[in-house]
């Protein structure tokens, strides 16, 4: 755990570990596996609702069956060390840590969040990593459906209209699609040049969003720059979380990978584009320097209130002066309370029973 001038605190792989958190941190670690089971006790519940064929119009309404929505509405350090009794300092380091490490946020965003973010840290919960990462999921979920499947993936939607019953989509080049129900994934926010004839007043498309920039880089960390000047320091960490400090460049930065040559690669996350001053201050040797920027990465995860803020699962266009009878579907609604892989399958999940209700004959 990092500062920015010192590590505050290494975890050992060893035995000594709890020995080491406990002195650390006192009992606060216990109280806070006990919530994140439970909310991740409650976030379950879903997969035997959805089983049931039940879905949800709106974010709200799934959350509010969850019993989660009270842990949306309390930043994570309010909750945590008001509600909880849990330590400033584990809160202030572990906890941000796990934050900046998986959100690129601090405390500021909503309890339910940093609960799934200790959940994905290993409190209470497991993740799961895919050998080719996670674009191979998206072709086998397509696989599984049985169905025959049409990809456009170089299409540009600029429009979505509907007569009532059916959905128009004007594409880039001037070709025109019809179809019987259509889900929206990609954030209103961001989607550019996307417009909605006839969309409901009031939708907030005005959610702000975390930039996000990875830097991944082949080589070997200067270990003066972490104050090891020696062997007798100990080794560099292969993981490295930090505190919620402007002045330090990056969010963490971790071993991504092991070159057959021996050489690490690692992987930087942080709010702004590293420079070379700064990945030369960091690296004493660098090989190669790839840089990706999301300018959209997550949502800015804080508590805001469902009803005037979280737009709805489902979305009546107008036609005619006439709501639709069939809505589209918004999948991208439910990041206004959490973002994650598995949260945003459940919404894909919602959406499919949503479309698969709507398309039943009377």
Same mark, same amino acid.
Request: charged share 15%; with cysteine.
């Given at each position: 755990?990092?500062?920015?001038?010192?590590?505050?605190?290494?975890?050992?792989?060893?035995?000594?570990?709890?020995?080491?958190?406990?002195?650390?941190?006192?009992?606060?670690?216990?109280?806070?596996?006990?919530?994140?089971?439970?909310?991740?006790?409650?976030?379950?519940?879903?997969?035997?609702?959805?089983?049931?064929?039940?879905?949800?119009?709106?974010?709200?309404?799934?959350?509010?069956?969850?019993?989660?929505?009270?842990?949306?509405?309390?930043?994570?350090?309010?909750?945590?060390?008001?509600?909880?009794?849990?330590?400033?300092?584990?809160?202030?380091?572990?906890?941000?840590?796990?934050?900046?490490?998986?959100?690129?946020?601090?405390?500021?965003?909503?309890?339910?969040?940093?609960?799934?973010? @200790? $959940?994905? #840290? =290993?409190?209470?919960?497991?993740?799961?990593?895919?050998?080719?990462?996670? *674009? !191979? /999921?998206?072709? &086998?979920?397509?696989?599984?459906?049985?169905?025959?499947?049409?990809?456009?993936?170089?299409?540009?939607?600029?429009?979505?209209?509907?007569?009532?019953?059916?959905?128009? @989509? $004007?594409? #880039? =080049?001037?070709?025109?699609?019809?179809?019987?129900?259509?889900?929206?994934? *990609? !954030? /209103?926010?961001? &989607?550019?040049?996307?417009?909605?004839?006839?969309?409901?007043?009031?939708?907030?498309?005005?959610?702000?969003?975390?930039?996000?920039?990875?830097?991944?880089?082949?080589?070997?960390?200067?270990?003066?720059?972490?104050?090891?000047?020696?062997?007798?320091?100990?080794?560099?960490?292969?993981?490295?979380?930090?505190?919620?400090?402007?002045?330090?460049?990056?969010?963490?930065?971790?071993?991504?990978?092991?070159?057959?040559?021996?050489?690490?690669?690692?992987?930087?996350?942080?709010?702004?584009?590293?420079?070379?001053?700064?990945?030369?201050?960091?690296?004493?040797?660098?090989?190669?320097?790839?840089?990706?920027?999301?300018?959209?990465?997550?949502?800015?995860?804080?508590?805001?209130?469902?009803?005037?803020?979280?737009?709805?699962?489902?979305?009546?266009?107008?036609?005619?002066?006439?709501?639709?009878?069939?809505?589209?579907?918004?999948?991208?609604?439910?990041?206004?309370?959490?973002?994650?892989?598995?949260?945003?399958?459940?919404?894909?999940?919602?959406?499919?029973l949503r479309i698969a209700r709507m398309l039943q004959p009377d």
């Amino acid at each position: 755990l990092w500062d920015g001038a010192a590590f505050r605190f290494r975890w050992p792989d060893s035995a000594l570990l709890p020995a080491r958190i406990l002195a650390r941190y006192g009992t606060s670690p216990l109280r806070l596996i006990e919530a994140v089971k439970s909310a991740v006790d409650h976030l379950l519940d879903v997969y035997d609702l959805q089983s049931q064929n039940v879905s949800f119009s709106s974010p709200e309404a799934l959350f509010d069956a969850l019993r989660l929505t009270n842990l949306t509405q309390a930043s994570a350090a309010d909750y945590f060390e008001k509600r909880l009794k849990v330590s400033h300092r584990f809160v202030d380091e572990f906890v941000t840590g796990a934050s900046r490490d998986n959100y690129n946020q601090g405390k500021a965003i909503n309890a339910f969040v940093d609960l799934v973010s @200790l $959940a994905g #840290a =290993g409190i209470g919960g497991s993740v799961f990593s895919l050998a080719n990462g996670t *674009t !191979p /999921l998206v072709a &086998a979920l397509l696989a599984s459906g049985g169905a025959s499947i049409r990809t456009h993936t170089s299409s540009q939607v600029q429009s979505i209209r509907t007569d009532g019953n059916q959905f128009e @989509l $004007a594409v #880039a =080049g001037g070709a025109s699609l019809t179809y019987d129900a259509v889900a929206v994934a *990609t !954030p /209103l926010e961001h &989607a550019h040049g996307l417009s909605l004839s006839g969309a409901p007043p009031g939708l907030n498309t005005s959610r702000p969003y975390q930039r996000t920039c990875v830097t991944f880089v082949s080589g070997a960390v200067d270990r003066n720059y972490f104050g090891l000047s020696s062997d007798a320091d100990g080794e560099v960490p292969t993981d490295i979380l930090t505190v919620e400090n402007a002045s330090l460049p990056f969010s963490t930065l971790a071993v991504h990978a092991t070159l057959p040559n021996g050489t690490h690669v690692y992987k930087l996350f942080s709010r702004v584009p590293l420079g070379e001053e700064v990945l030369s201050a960091i690296f004493r040797s660098r090989y190669k320097t790839v840089r990706l920027d999301w300018p959209a990465a997550y949502p800015k995860l804080e508590p805001t209130p469902p009803k005037t803020t979280w737009p709805p699962f489902e979305m009546p266009l107008s036609h005619s002066g006439t709501d639709s009878a069939r809505p589209l579907i918004y999948v991208g609604a439910m990041e206004s309370g959490v973002s994650c892989m598995e949260t945003q399958l459940i919404a894909a999940k919602n959406a499919a029973l949503r479309i698969a209700r709507m398309l039943q004959p009377d």
